[in-house]
C-alpha cells in the first residue's frame, strides 16, 4: 500500500471514529493534517484493540509487545502504525511518547478503577498528554508550551470519561476516582443503577468545574502554536469539546443512557468564533470563553435574524 493510501486510512478513521477531530483537522496545513491523521491512525488503532473482547491474555500480550517492538524497530507491516513510525522519525518525535501511550492502552485492560485523581492522571498521562505532547511536535510547538498540549490532552480524556461513563460501565470501567464518589456519596451500585440524584449531579458539577480549568490553563498555549491554520484547528477542537460539558449540563446530568453529542449549529458557530479571535488576535476572548460567547452568538442570532427579515420584506 502506497503512503498516500496509508495516510486516507487514518483520514477515514477520523471522519468515522472522531467526528469533532475531523471537523477541526480541515482547518490544519496540508503536511500537518497528514501528520495528524498518521497520529489518529495509530492511537485509534491501538484503542479499538483494547476494546475489543479478549479470551487470551497471552495473545493481547503478545499484540502489544509486538506493537512495542516496531516501535524501537523503526519498522511495521500494518498500515494503520508505519505512518506514525515515519512521522516519528521526520518529526524526531522520541520512542518514549508512543511507547508510553501503548503501555497505557494495555494497563487499561487491568486496571478498571482508580483511588484518586492523582492516579488517574498517572493513567491520563500514557493516554492522552502523551499524545497532546506529540501533537505539540507536530505543529511545532515551543518546548515551554508543550506542557499545555498535554494538559489538552487531559482535558479532553477528562470530558470523554464524563460524557462516556454509561459506555465505560458496560465495559466494567469507572474512570471517576473511588475518593469523588466518596467525597459525594455516589456508590458504584447506584452507578450501575444509572441513578441521576442529587449526589450524582453534585459529583458531575465538581468534575465539570475541574474540567474547565483544565481547559483555562491547557488554551493558554495556543498562542504559542506558529502557524494560524494550526491555531484555528485547535482553537476550535478545545471549543467543541468544552462545549460537550455544556450538553451534560443541558440535558440536566441525564447522560448515561444517550450520548451527547454537538449540533450542526454549534459547530458552525464555533467556526466563525475561532476565526473571528485568530483573525483579529482577541485570545482573552477564547480564554473567558463562557462570559463571551453567549454575546457572540445572541449577535450572530440578531444578525441572521435581521437579514432573514430584510429579505421577507423584499419578497414581499
Known sequence: MKQ???LE???????????TYSIASFFFPQKTRENVYALYAFVRTLDDKVDEKHEDDAEIKKYFDEKRNEIMAHQSNDDAIMPFITMCKLLHIQEIYPMTFINAMENDLYVIRYDSFSTLEEYMYGSAYVIGIMLGNIMRVPKKYIPNAGLLGNAMQLTNFLRDIGE???RGRIYIPQEYLKMFGVSETMLQKRMVNKSFIELYAFLIKKNREMYMEANKGIKSIPSFRSRIAVSLASLLYEKILDKIEAKQYKIFNERVYITTWDKVLSVLYVVVLESFRLPFLFLQRNKYWGIFTDAIHKTIAFI????????A
Open 9 to 19: 486510512l487514518g483520514k477515514r478513521l477520523l471522519r468515522m471514529h472522531g467526528r
Open 4 to 6: 498516500k493510501d496509508k
Open 168 to 170: 465505560d460501565l458496560d
Open 308 to 315: 432573514c427579515a430584510g429579505f421577507c420584506n423584499q419578497s
